[in-house]
């Protein structure tokens, strides 16, 4: 029923944006990670996804899209909209209260949540609709969140020039501190990648890896935006040959539980030959950290240890034995005397290696 005072609206329930059914309050899945954003169904087949904070609507989507799909991320990103789905956004949502307030105040609390609606065309939803709804039966009552914790009084706050000097002198561990009390660090890593300095854009894609870990913990939503923002970046050529591939690497290797349904974006980019050696360098760092989440696209990368390019190679190299891949055994064993140089990260530091002395410890680890 609708609250209205001298004919203004003030609240009303909440409807499908496509069918006009009322909705359930949206619940947290059991199946997923803490801190993920609550789902909810439509019995018209659509799903949402509730963003508290309405900050986060590109995390919203694809946390509703993912879920239409069944949790099928290689689905997911292989989807086009209006072709195989529709979406709609519902705005001045109010978890505790299951009400849309128009007006954005409601009982002395500001409401500015949001649901994403997704709705995938039938012959989609006759695959993936079992499960969502499995998913749904499984699920716990929403718990609403308090909203972020105020600083403390006389707690410390850093300058973008102080993050850029942890990041020059290599201070990873006082800039996982500053990550535990403030998710703004990820915007000034961020614009580090951008450095002339190609020392400093490696170290700060490091640092974004593991700073995006431990925020990831409590707001996960704040570092798939940024994982967003970073995969548009490098859909730009000319921002590919930046750090936002290694960065996407080290935030997916950091994470991997939370980020892994990104991995089937960076193979769309291989077919990119200037940029496919940093490409294969960041699956071999997510790989480096969880083989079994790379190692089903083995066979994409076999061909590259073949490639002209001897970064190509060498980076191939390195992810392969990371995949600890005995079948590419022969093709490295005849890469070990292979005397081309490229330049390598490790540890902080740039170093020049051969693509033999690649192959020859990639040939260790399988």
Not at 200 to 218: C, D, F, M, Q, Y
Not at 223 to 252: F, P, R
Not at 281 to 306: E, H, Q, S
Request: with cysteine; aromatic share 8%.
């Amino acid at each position: 029923m609708k609250k209205q005072i001298y004919g203004k609206e003030i609240t009303r329930p909440p409807e499908c944006p496509f069918c006009g059914l009322y909705i359930e309050k949206p619940a947290e899945l059991t199946t997923r990670r803490m801190g993920e954003m609550p789902v909810g169904s439509c019995p018209c087949g659509a799903v949402y996804a509730y963003d508290v904070t309405g900050r986060n609507l590109g995390s919203a989507f694809i946390e509703a899209l993912v879920f239409a799909c069944d949790m099928d991320w290689d689905l997911a990103w292989n989807l086009f909209p209006g072709e195989d789905y529709l979406e709609q956004l519902v705005e001045h949502y109010d978890g505790e209260s299951n009400l849309i307030v128009p007006a954005g105040f409601y009982e002395g609390r500001k409401v500015p949540g949001a649901l994403y609606f997704i709705r995938m065309h039938k012959d989609i939803q006759e695959v993936t609709r079992t499960g969502v709804e499995k998913k749904l039966q499984k699920a716990v009552p929403l718990t609403v969140s308090k909203g972020p914790s105020l600083q403390l009084p006389g707690s410390k706050r850093y300058s973008r020039g102080d993050i850029e000097t942890l990041v020059d002198e290599y201070r990873i561990g006082e800039l996982l501190t500053i990550a535990e009390q403030d998710k703004r660090i990820l915007r000034d890593l961020q614009k580090l990648l951008y450095s002339a300095d190609g020392l400093i854009r490696s170290r700060a894609a490091e640092a974004l890896g593991k700073t995006s870990s431990v925020i990831a913990k409590s707001e996960p939503g704040a570092v798939s935006k940024l994982l967003q923002t970073l995969i548009n970046a490098v859909s730009d050529t000319a921002a590919s040959s930046w750090g936002a591939l290694d960065a996407i690497g080290e935030i997916i290797a950091g994470s991997p539980d939370f980020f892994a349904g990104y991995l089937p974006t960076l193979y769309q980019f291989l077919e990119d030959a200037s940029a496919r050696p940093k490409i294969l360098r960041a699956l071999g760092i997510t790989a480096g950290a969880r083989p079994d989440l790379v190692r089903k696209a083995l066979y994409r990368f076999i061909p590259y240890l073949n490639d002209p390019d001897p970064e190509t190679r060498g980076y191939a190299a390195l992810l392969t034995g990371n995949l600890h891949a005995a079948e590419t055994g022969d093709l490295l064993s005849q890469l070990k005397n292979d005397t081309a140089e490229l330049t390598i990260y490790s540890d902080g530091e740039f170093k020049n290696v051969t693509v033999g002395q690649l192959a020859a410890e990639a040939l260790k680890m399988i």
